[in-house]
């Protein structure tokens, strides 16, 4: 009994009488050993402009540009094989290279470095300053056209029930998600909250309040099983991840959701040209199977995308949450090699690996939608001076009768043929609905439409050039030109006022936390904030250099020589923020902000 007792003084008592009394809910405590997640380490990003391009055909078809660093003179060579050769790359356009370049070995002095952009290697990113939305873009394998005209019109389709439904679920589940309350009752209560607020939706349904909440409720039963089964510490034996590339024969794989990192996390990528709105970023444990030897562990952020229709989306769901590891993998500094996919009506959670095949697929899919989208406003001139017929800026349609008739951007598809392109079609499948939606539309009628399209493009642009100044200009530079505010810290002695209590400020998903940011005193430096063209009421992004752009959104409140006060749709946490960036050997600094003005496109 004495050597069975011995060393008793260090054993951990209460780890054991817990999981005597509630063995299910971490029976692998015991077992893992959860590794950090391993940092990210992205690819090196070369900004070029193309200055000359060559097509040749040896050995393989391949196409070659000579590109111009944006930064400098400096010339290098790029090389681009298999299905990379189809990009439409022009002279004058500028891309991202994302890979490492070599020393030449071209006997020309003045190129300096080359690359080679293939099936297996290297990206590249055609217009990086237009931010292509991944929720567009998943829409891409199926028509070329769709995510286009998602980007020029933001409403293409009518308020459906389904859509209404799903919108008021996303926020009673990431209302859950964020306080940790599953029990009917709270939910029941957020339900009640969301549907008052969304009340103008319910009455474009003609759906009353009663019919609304017995609705969601019957579509909201799956949130306590989901929070039982996968909101835990550890992963438990019935938290099923599913995953289409793993044979069954394996096993399962099993998943936890230890901490909620962020609800709706809008993220601006011009590295990928790519921008998305996360529903919830997590953190995620994840044990896959490795028979014969022990499970392998592994934990780190991942974007968890919740549908709330039945899993029929396949493909286009699958490609939004690839995309979306992209963004949290340069958000959070740490690697996303899959995504989470949960299905509120089947409560399946889907693992979604983000190979490169299919990233390089969607990238080419990305940069033929970019390349259509920089014809917008182009107009050639022909050498005896008149106008030519502008390039159409929208891919074909698809001429799918069965897939155009049930397509959600139908209508505004048929009204850009129609006034834009002026086709004439009577011999195609979509003939009948193509004359269905635009037989009313007279001459005058199409010709107003494509000159407001026209100067709205205009427009556009000039907001795309103010856009880019913020990954294209230095903070310093940029205030220069009166357009930021650069070395700034938050006032950590501030307390701001609490927000009004009346509908429109609690309703408010821009302005949900407010700061104080000052400038970081330096030697010899007192330029006032008043100095530039930044006033109360302008939009704003709150960044840190160089790699957390746009953390926040928000507006100017308040504005003195030496302080401004904002309100912004996400909080800014300075411990939280000092772990995303790179680790120095003393980092005693502050966190330093840069809070540029925003134009929206």
Known sequence: MAALLEGAEDWDWDDAISDISSPKNSPLKKKLDIPSPPSYIPDTC????????????????????????????????????DDWVMTDIRVGDVINILGTFTLATTSSSSITQSITISAKSNLLILHPDILLTATAL??????????????LVRSTSDTTPALVWGNILHEVMQS???????????VDQKIDEAIMKGLNELVKIDVTIEEAKREVTT?????????????????????????????KQQGDSLLAVSELLDIEEDI??????????????????????NPPF???????????????GRAMGGMEHRAQTMLYTLLAAERYGAEVSSGLLYYTQSEEVTKVPASRNEIRGLIIARNEMAAYMTRRNEVTASKEGTVQKPEPFLPPTIDDGRVCKRCYALDTCMLYRKAVEDVEDVTSPIADIYDLKTSHLTPARTKFFKQWESLISLEEQDLVRFRKELWTMGAVERELKGRCFSS????????????????????SKIHRFTYRFTRLSKKGESTSLLSGHINPGDPITVSVEPALLALARGFILKLTPTDVIVGVDHILSVETIAKRLPSTPHRAQPVIFRIDKFHSV
């Open 294 to 308: 022990a499970p392998v562990v592994s934990s780190g952020p991942k974007p968890l995308e919740i549908k709330t």
């Open 219 to 247: 579509r909201a039963k799956g949130l306590l099983a989901f929070s039982q089964r996968y909101i835990s510490d550890f992963p438990k034996s019935d938290a099923i991840l599913g995953n289409t590339r793993t044979r």
């Open 46 to 81: 070369t900004r070029c402009v193309v200055e000359s391009i060559l097509s040749e055909s040896n050995d393989y078809v391949q196409k070659s540009l000579i590109v111009k660093l944006y930064f400098s003179e400096e010339r290098r060579r790029v090389t681009l094989r």
């Open 268 to 289: 601006w990528s011009p590295t990928y040209g790519l921008k998305g709105k996360l529903d919830a970023t997590v953190n995620a444990i994840i044990s896959d199977p």
């Open 488 to 507: 700034m810290v938050i006032d950590s002695s501030y307390e701001p006022p609490p927000l009004p209590t009346g509908v429109v400020a609690t309703e």
């Open 176 to 186: 859950c998600l964020i306080e940790n309350q599953w029990e009917a009752t709270w």
């Open 138 to 151: 998943s829409n891409a394998p199926q028509c070329r056209r769709k995510p286009l005209l998602s980007n």
